[in-house]
């Protein structure tokens, strides 16, 4: 059984003071040499054994091209060295061949750590974190994120928008189409709303574009016009971060707040038909974080008082965050807004409408009364049809109902029901297809003057007997132009 050197110098100590053994002997019962006698005996604690003298690595001639490694500190974060490379470029450069990749991993794992304190020193400045005191209702911290969700069945990238009061720590998040103007001010808008207040001194932001036209000398911006108007609406100062990895350090409150938000909140991607359902749910997510608890601080991060009552009230009115365009309606009924496609009512074709756009919606206006109102469309020429707009029309041409994508999409969203497909069916045994299709549009236009339930009998088919609709005279219109 191994024998520890402190367990043998307790023994030949112990053995001297109980029987007065000599060196000789003592060398002679616990079978060691006479100087570790003597050691033993000058000290109870052994001597620590001597290091051999360390072997000269293999890479020792070229080390210092290894060493020259410290050019990483400043190269693109894609385009550093690797291992492999480091190899390559020594056995081509140096034709040095006499080390393995294990060898040389060992070397750089080793000294990369000590490169960068080597590359700094002797200099005045150094990296790190100063912690920040924050008053009550002075500032806050503004960030965008995408991230993915299922909207309406289909896998979509939408953005997360976040304002975080830096004192209490209470945030407020809202999910838009995209990073727009519009959806950055709207986002503003339900964040200030939330708490009551505009933070008293100023808002941290990253050089977003919805904001920031230009970056300028220092912090000098050149902001666009829209949010330098909503900027002075609500009274408050904008502090813009530094550019790159450097400015993100300077409002990492809502960076740390934002990722940590989606891990709790967003995953699994959620399933939604619409943005309006998801953000029903993060304002109940918001209330419910109200009873988190950030560390070091006394109270909740929903019942600061101190906070809500050192924010700057609200304006009287809200901003109107919406931009008013006036598009013409072509032939085929719809409207081109940022090479998007919308319908309209059929009534409004060749003459210019009032439209409406906001971040997660389009309305088309008749007057001072919203005659559509579309889900805002982010990719290019994709369209958003609404059947009831287009009945009018397929009154003169029925032929066109069946291909129309109009009916494609409402029966994608459950507009179109299979209680229609079988009056449909039930209609075209009765008269012909041409006529049918044209009382099954009868009851379409009943739709907008009655509830479903009203069209609907019993035992589940609609009164195709009862609707006696008939083709519309060319000089009065067409037959739903009356009902609107």
Known sequence: ???????????????????????RELAARFKVSRNTVRKALESPVPPRRKAPPPRQSVLEPVKGFIDALR???????????????????LAAEHDFELAGR?????????????????????????????????????????????????????????VLFTLRLSYSGKAVYRVYA?????????????????????????????NLKPVVKQVLFGRSRLESARWASFKSWYQF?????????????????????????????????????????????????????????????????????????????????????????????????????RQCYYWVPAKFIGTKVRVKLRANELWVFDGRKVAARHPRLTRRYTYHDILDHYLEILLDRPGAFAGASALAQARAEGGFTKVHEAFRAAAKTKADDRE??????????????LPPEALVTADGDLPADRIGLHRPRRDRGPQGDRGR
């Open 1 to 23: 059984m191994h024998r520890s050197r402190e367990w043998l110098f307790e023994k030949i100590r112990r053995a001297r003071r109980e029987q007065g053994l000599s060196g």
């Open 436 to 449: 049918g299709t044209r009382m099954l549009i009868g009851v379409l236009l009943l739709h907008r003057q």
């Open 71 to 89: 050019e990483d500190l400043d190269a693109p974060a894609k385009q550093k060295h690797t291992i492999p490379r480091v190899s390559e470029r």
């Open 237 to 337: 100062s904008a502090f813009y971060c530094a550019p790159g990895e450097d400015g993100a350090h300077e409002k990492g409150g809502v960076e740390h707040e934002g990722g940590r938000f989606r891990r709790k909140h967003l995953v699994p991607p959620p399933a939604v038909d619409s943005l309006a359902e998801l953000n029903e749910r993060l304002t109940a997510s918001d209330i419910a974080e109200d009873a988190r608890r950030i560390h070091g601080r006394p109270t909740s991060i929903g019942f600061d008082e101190a906070e809500r009552e050192r924010l700057r009230p609200l304006p009287t009115d809200d901003y109107d965050c919406g931009i008013d365009l006036t598009p013409t309606v072509a032939r085929s009924s719809r409207i081109t807004v």
């Open 102 to 158: 294990t060898t040389a991993w060992e070397y750089v794992r080793s000294r990369r750590p000590e490169i960068r304190p080597e590359a700094l020193e002797g200099r005045r400045h150094l990296e790190g974190m100063v912690p920040q005191a924050k008053r009550p209702g002075e500032e806050a911290e503004v960030g965008f994120a995408g991230f993915w969700l299922d909207l309406a069945g289909q896998r979509r990238k939408c």
């Open 178 to 206: 995209t990073a727009s103007q519009v959806a950055f001010r709207e986002g503003h808008l339900e964040a200030f709303t939330e708490p009551g207040g505009v933070p008293s001194v100023h808002i941290r932001y990253d």
